[in-house]
Nanobody, 124 residues
Framework: QVQLVESGGGSVQAGGSLRLSCAAS????????MGWSRQAPGKEREGVAT???????SVADSVKGRFTISRDNAKNRLYLEINNVQPDDTATYYC??????????????????WGQGTQVTVSS
């Protein structure tokens, strides 16, 4: 059973920094591909960063240079560090997991599991 629980959201002033965390439960976390998406009020959900099961990160162009994704397989944790936060970063942030069909196999290419989200509010 895969469970994802995000934390670390809150209110922050523009220009500040924030680190979001996602605690994952389930077997073989180190084989999962992981990612963060966000949804702002009135907008569609957008993916912001992914990290594969070899630790290779990928960040959306819209947030490149400010967002950093990382993972700690020993702790079953995923992180998203946001620097120089902007009001447009206000959104609910979700952690997602792409669990391979077979142990040691490739990720499926889509996130089948999501957490409940953590709210980030940026004031100017």
């Amino acid at each position: 059973q895969v469970q994802l629980v995000e934390s670390g959201g809150g209110s922050v002033q523009a220009g500040g920094s924030l680190r979001l965390s996602c605690a994952a439960s389930g077997s073989s976390y180190n084989t999962w591909c992981m990612g963060w998406s966000r949804q702002a009020p009135g907008k569609e959900r957008e993916g912001v960063a992914t990290i594969d099961n070899n630790g290779r990160p990928s960040v959306a162009d819209s947030v490149k240079g400010r967002f950093t994704i990382s993972r700690d397989n020993a702790k079953n944790r995923l992180y998203l560090e946001i620097n120089n936060v902007q009001p447009d970063d206000t959104a609910t942030y979700y952690c997602g997991a792409d669990v391979p069909v077979m142990y040691g196999g490739p990720c499926r290419g889509r996130f089948g599991y999501w957490g409940q989200g953590t709210q980030v509010t940026v004031s100017s």
